[in-house]
Each structure stands twice: as structure tokens, then as C-alpha cells.
């Protein structure tokens, strides 16, 4: 059984809804899966009605609304025993995603799987965009965030466009990560396997995985940036 929750986001609002109207649940019950889809949620009415920056930080309140309000829909599904998979938004989506899976599961391993780090802190950011910070706040970098993960159960796969203050941290932390270059050398079956002995090495650990579209060749996915 698993449950497909979909929440839009500004700038690619129509991306999530569409995969489920061209058939992504017809899909997935071919392949043998039980889906139940949750609905298309629209969060837009927890947008604030003011909303100013917070130092650099873009729309704070909103995102912080949003983000509690998907920790608490993806916690509910996996308490039911299901598979949570979340369509939507740009990947400060990850913070509720990935806080609810570590309030069910506190033991979890997180793959990311992205053409960037997004572990900028409020400090390193230069656009201000939370989609930009979700891992730093995860890892609580800046101790902002409560359920935390720790920089070993983090592995990255994919990364092609690091910030040289992302570069930093990443290896202040130490944290393992296989870049579009590792993909190439060994192929992304190989590599795969490489992330997961780092992260889950006797393969007994629940998985969470979290995949930015922008990760795949532009040539078949060219509108989502760099
Ligand atoms: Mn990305």
C-alpha cells in the first residue's frame, strides 16, 4: 500500500497534478503497487497574509506553515503502515517531507538525489530561497530544526552545481556525496550501491529518498533549471 499525496508550489504548480492526470497512478497499479491516492493538497491557503524576510530568507512563514503541514500528512500515512510518496513543490518540500519520516522512523537514512546540495544556511544563502537550505536545516547546521539527521545517514547522489560555501560544509561534515562524475565512471547501478554502504551498510535501515527532478540530463528534463 502506499499513498500519494501531491502539493503544488509556485512556478512549477501544475508539474505534480499532471503526472497523476497522465496516468502515474495507472502506472504504479501495473507495476503491482496498491496506491491510494490522498488528493491533490493546495496549500496556498496557509499563505500569510504578511510575510516579510527574515534576514535573507524568502516567504519563512509560509514555508514553515507548509512544511508542518506535510511532516503531519506524510507522518499520518506511514503510521498506517504506508509507503508516503510525495509529489510537489521545489525541495524546501523536503523539510516536512523528511520530518515526518524521522518522527516515524528516527533511525532513517536519507538519499538525496539532486543536481545541488541545497544545504546553504540562512547565512550562506544568496537568494534567499528556503528551496536552497532544506539539508542544512535538516542536519540542524544553524540548530534550527528539531528532528534531526545525522550527517552519516546522509549520502548524495548527483550533484553537478555545489555552492562554494555548500563545499564547506560538506566536508566540515564530512558527508558523502557521488557527483554526476561518479554516475558517468561507474554507472548509476554501481553508484547506488556505493551510497547505500555508506548510509545503510547492512541494508536493515528504513529509506528515505528524496529526488529533485532537476538531477535528471536536461535533454529529457529541461524545465526545471540547471
Ligand atoms: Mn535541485
Known amino acids: 500500500m502506499s499513498e500519494l499525496l501531491v ?105 538525496w538525489i539532486d543536481a545541488h546540495a541545497d544545504i546553504n544556511t540562512p547565512e550562506t544563502t544568496d537568494s534567499g530561497n528556503l528551496h536552497g537550505c532544506p539539508v542544512s536545516f535538516l542536519l540542524a547546521v544553524d540548530d534550527l530544526f528539531q528532528e534531526r539527521i545525522s550527517e552519516f545517514s546522509l549520502v548524495y547522489i548527483g550533484l553537478r552545481d555545489v555552492d562554494p560555501p555548500e563545499k564547506e560544509i560538506l566536508k566540515k561534515y564530512g558527508i558523502k556525496a557521488f557527483s554526476m562524475y561518479h554516475v558517468d565512471k561507474y554507472g548509476i547501478g554501481k553508484v547506488v550501491e556505493m551510497a547505500l554502504d555508506a548510509v545503510n551498510p547492512n541494508r536493515d535501515l528504513p529509506i528515505h529518498l528524496s529526488f529533485d527532478v532537476d538531477a535528471l540530463d536536461p535533454t529529457v528534463a529541461p524545465s526545471t533549471g540547471k
Open 7 to 111: 502539493v503544488p508550489s509556485v512556478g512549477v504548480d501544475e508539474g505534480p497534478i499532471k503526472m497523476v492526470e497522465y496516468g502515474l497512478i495507472e502506472q504504479l497499479l501495473e507495476m503491482g503497487w496498491n496506491v491510494e491516492f490522498d488528493g491533490h493538497h493546495k496549500l496556498t491557503d496557509l499563505k500569510p497574509a504578511e510575510d516579510p524576510n527574515i534576514g535573507k530568507l524568502k516567504k519563512p512563514r509560509y514555508v514553515s506553515r507548509v512544511t508542518k503541514a506535510v511532516a503531519e500528512a506524510v507522518e499520518s500515512n506511514l503510521r498506517k503502515g504506508q509507503l508516503a510518496l510525495t509529489l510537489g513543490g521545489d525541495h524546501s518540500l523536503a523539510l516536512g517531507t523528511v520530518s515526518g519520516t524521522l518522527s516515524v522512523y528516527p533511525d532513517a537514512c536519507l538519499i
